[in-house]
């Protein structure tokens, strides 16, 4: 099995990719490189058995009425704190806050926006190449998110991303070493994820991918699957992080 890994940003230039080879209980990272472009990241999912992409895939379908009755000049109920909550976080961002006590980022009142309307032209654009696309996470890309993965598997280190934050990555990388033994993270990928958030969160979601494909990660309950379907949902590992080496 291959999985990739995709750190999207909303230019290449952060944009970080990794591909992990899974054979005989072992993880073999065999790239890992940060500055790629649309072309690249489709040529690289359209070989992969699975890919987790650390960006959302979608809007909050209460935030897409609200623009459609913006645009057409209906009556929009005044927004109360509560009413914004909701225009601002999808079902799946709300499902992870309550179950994992981590908020992620709004697609739609936060500047991670901009990369997922790249990310819709990368589904778009795998959609037209024949690979199976599903928000839900069914198709070959899965929405991850690196930091409650970490939680999951007791390796988050707070502020782990930023020019400043090496040391910390540092020891994220030996603490994922050690629970991982299995990995092959070479000393120059190692040395990538060091000086690169970007390059570790797209070795992360490599791991998503793998779980995902392993259907070892959350999935939303029948009353959650419409929202899911257009809003994304957000693939959280639910198995420990030895489990994706058996």
């Not at 980022?105 to 024949?130: E, F």
């Not at 991303?161 to 020891?171: F, Q, V």
């Not at 793998?210 to 590992?237: D, N, S, Y």
């Amino acid at each position: 099995m291959r999985t990739v890994g995709v750190d999207l940003a909303a230019e290449p230039r952060r944009t970080a990719v990794a591909s992990i080879a899974w054979h005989d209980g072992i993880a073999q990272v065999e790239r890992l490189v940060v500055g790629q472009t649309d072309e690249q990241i489709v040529a690289t999912l359209v070989g992969a058995d699975k890919a987790g992409i650390d960006c959302p895939l979608g809007w909050p379908e209460p935030f897409v009425e609200f623009l459609n009755a913006n645009r057409a000049g209906r009556p929009i109920p005044p927004t109360d704190l509560a009413a914004r909550r909701r225009l601002a976080y999808r079902t799946t961002d709300l499902a992870v806050v309550a179950e994992f006590g981590i908020r992620p980022l709004s697609v739609s009142a936060d500047l991670i926006g901009h990369a997922a309307m790249r990310a819709a032209g990368l589904l778009s654009t795998l959609a037209n190449a024949g690979c199976p696309v599903d928000r839900a996470g069914s198709g070959l890309v899965v929405e991850s998110y690196p930091a409650a993965a970490l939680r999951q598997w007791e390796l988050y280190r707070p502020r782990y991303k930023g020019a400043g934050s090496t040391a910390i990555r540092d020891l994220l990388i030996h603490d994922l070493l050690a629970a991982a033994p299995a990995l092959r993270l070479g000393p120059a990928d190692a040395a990538l994820c060091s000086r690169s958030d970007d390059a570790l969160d797209a070795i992360l979601c490599a791991f998503i991918a793998r779980a995902a494909a392993l259907g070892r990660v959350t999935t939303p309950g029948p009353e959650q699957a419409a929202a899911a379907a257009t809003e994304g949902w957000i693939a959280v590992p639910t198995c420990p992080l030895g489990d994706l080496f058996g």
